[in-house]
């Protein structure tokens, strides 16, 4: 049987830490421009509560999402051991394209793929690359859309890419800015006989609301009254995602579970979008309600405490990391069953089921 086979990963987590720390002189202001009635410290640790989060990374001033992008495509590409010149596509999931230190322009012109492209001295003209932009569930996006490119028989061999500099487009007098980083995760996906071994992905699930929810997360001013009304920032309509979430993405991983074929109790891992550790918590709970069953323990991998929210790098960064057995507690082994889940901007959610 032929199935959509991921034979390589790798990521790059930026050097630059930010720790909470770091916010607690901040003046923070609510979206109606009035300044929040608890203290920066006292604001800094309510997010830590929420979140979970207590530091996160930034990329250094001299690198842009493409060169981010690249540095974990090389290291994916070195691990699926193939050669770069057979890749047919590829695919780069981002949000705000390269935004140069110091700017809030973003610049996506050639594409990011197209720079990637380049940096990884790929010379096949057949080789297409080009980028997706589908909020943070991008690289689970790519994944769906490579399959469907190899059951269609266009491609055999897929870069899959997730990277973002957040830390670019930040607002400083909003607290949800703490949120978020920056990195990148990519993989190898490949169509193969799978022979005796039922690996590679088993369905998918992917949900869109752009009615109301639209605007739940998008681009707007800076929250600080006298603010410069040209200048934007992404912006978060916190308890609208979190309900919107909590209430949606449930259903996705259970739908997609339903067209696999795997039961839940055959499933080995979830790696979530990292959003927030509440949040994610509360997803999981949901969805494992809808079984009438409590969450396994070390069901859930987690990489928010210390990389913080990457968007579109999330996932493919922790899959690498638990891939390569470093996340405490955590590892794979041949024949699992695992599914990578994701939900932002747009809204949009999806789900993806795969057989390590």
């Known amino acids: 049987m032929l199935r959509s086979i991921i034979t390589g990963t790798g990521c790059y987590i930026p050097p630059v830490i930010k720790n909470n720390s770091d916010f607690a002189t901040r003046k923070f202001y609510t979206a109606n421009h009035q300044p929040i009635s608890l203290s920066p410290v006292e604001v800094v640790e309510k997010f830590k509560q929420i979140t979970g989060i207590v530091e996160r990374r930034y990329a250094p001033d001299n690198i842009n999402t493409s060169d981010m992008a690249a540095r974990a495509a090389r290291l994916a590409i070195e691990d699926s051991g193939i050669d770069a010149e057979t890749i047919d596509q590829v695919i780069v999931a981002h949000n705000y394209g390269d935004i140069m230190n110091g700017t809030l322009q973003a610049d996506t012109v050639p594409s990011l793929a197209s720079r990637v492209k380049h940096q990884l001295g790929i010379r096949n003209p057949w080789c297409v690359p080009y980028d997706i932009l589908f909020g943070c569930p991008g690289w689970v996006q790519g994944l769906i859309q490579a399959d469907a490119y190899f059951k269609a028989g266009l491609a055999k061999t897929c870069l899959v890419i997730g990277a973002e500099t957040l830390s670019r487009v930040l607002d400083d007098h909003d607290r949800d800015s703490m949120i978020f980083s920056d990195g990148a995760g990519a993989c190898i996906i490949q169509y193969k006989e799978t022979g005796d071994n039922p690996a590679g992905i088993l369905g998918a699930s992917t949900r869109s609301d752009c ?102 790098a999330t996932i493919p960064t922790l899959y690498d990391l638990v891939r390569k057995e470093k996340v405490k507690d955590q590892s794979l082994h041949p024949g699992d069953a695992v599914i990578f889940a994701s939900v932002g901007a747009g809204m949009n959610i999806n789900a993806v089921c795969y057989r390590v």
């Open 211 to 312: 009615i109301d929810e639209v605007s739940y997360i998008n681009y707007g001013k800076s929250y600080l009254p006298e603010s410069n009304p040209c200048t934007r920032y992404i912006k978060m309509k916190g308890r609208k995602v979190y309900e919107y979430a909590v209430k949606h993405v449930p259903e996705a991983m259970k739908g997609c579970l339903e067209k696999s074929g795997i039961a839940i109790h055959e499933l080995k891992k979830i790696f979530i979008h990292q959003a927030n550790e509440k949040m994610d918590e509360a997803i999981v709970k949901a969805f494992y309600n809808l079984y009438g069953q409590q969450a396994p323990e070390h069901i859930m991998p987690m990489s928010i405490h210390w990389l913080g929210n990457s968007s579109v």
